[in-house]
């Protein structure tokens, strides 16, 4: 018997047997397309902060940070920073600085040439006073009647004027210079000797004519208590103190 055709079981049979559907492509391509635009986003992202990075550096090493220094001023300026880089104020400080360490670098070699030439012309050099003194004091010692009246000669000492003070006692020479008529030049000073024996005065004249370059004696005379006078150097006529005058400008003899 022919079996009777009816469409709706059809329908259902078909549809019970058909495999189930896939998921929409069109939705798989929009997940795949959001995962790709992040992790591109993401990598765009990490190249955009090491490129910012590497900027940062390079900025950094081509301009390295200034270091802040204190402000300059007369009393803490060691010019160590350039002229350059001053600011008109600390140039003014540096300027006052700089003049006055000048000005004690001049006092000072001005004070040490004053010293330097009052030492010299007083101690060292042979036409000073220290020196006249010790020529004289080696003539008294080696004078036979000196000897004589005073003492033997390594026992004769000389020595200057007493002074006030304990300090300065025996040391000052009493000296005067002047310059005559003539244009002689006359030094004259005084100091004591003593002896084993005896002590005295010592009075010394010493003259330098214009045409001189040195000075030579004029008196060297010793007054020793209750002797006479020993004269050990002494001009003839006392001819010294006095020179020849000029004729037409020069002296002739």
């Known amino acids: 018997m022919a079996a009777i055709y009816k469409p709706t079981q059809a329908i259902q049979l078909l549809r019970s047997t058909a495999p189930r559907s896939l998921p929409i492509p069109s939705q798989k391509a929009a997940a795949a397309r959001a995962a790709f635009s992040a992790s591109r986003s993401a990598q765009a992202t990490h190249n955009s902060s090491s490129s910012n990075n590497t900027s940062a550096n390079d900025i950094l090493s081509a301009h390295p940070a200034i270091p802040t220094r204190r402000r300059v001023t007369v009393t803490n300026d060691t010019g160590a920073v350039p002229w350059g880089q001053l600011s008109p104020g600390e140039k003014a400080s540096r300027t006052v600085q700089q003049s006055f360490n000048l000005g004690v670098v001049l006092v000072g070699i001005v004070f040490t040439g004053a010293v330097g030439y009052i030492i010299f012309s007083d101690f060292i050099s042979p036409n ?11 003539l008294i010692r080696e004078h036979p009647e000196c000897q004589k009246l005073l003492g033997p000669r390594s026992e004769i000492s000389a020595h200057g004027e007493s002074s006030w003070s304990r300090y300065a006692k025996n040391k000052f020479i009493h000296s005067t210079e002047e310059k005559d008529q003539w244009g002689t030049e006359h030094m004259r000073f005084k100091f004591f000797v003593e002896g084993p024996l005896n002590q005295g005065t010592v009075h010394c ?34 001819a010294g103190s006095k020179v020849a005058p000029k004729i037409f400008g020069a002296r002739w003899w």
């Open 205 to 238: 004249h010493l003259t330098k004519r214009p045409s001189q370059d040195s000075w030579e004696w004029c008196e060297l005379a010793v007054n020793i208590k209750g002797q006479k006078t020993v004269w050990v150097e002494r001009a003839d006529g006392k």
């Open 128 to 138: 000073s006073k220290t020196a006249h003194f010790n020529r004289a004091t080696t």
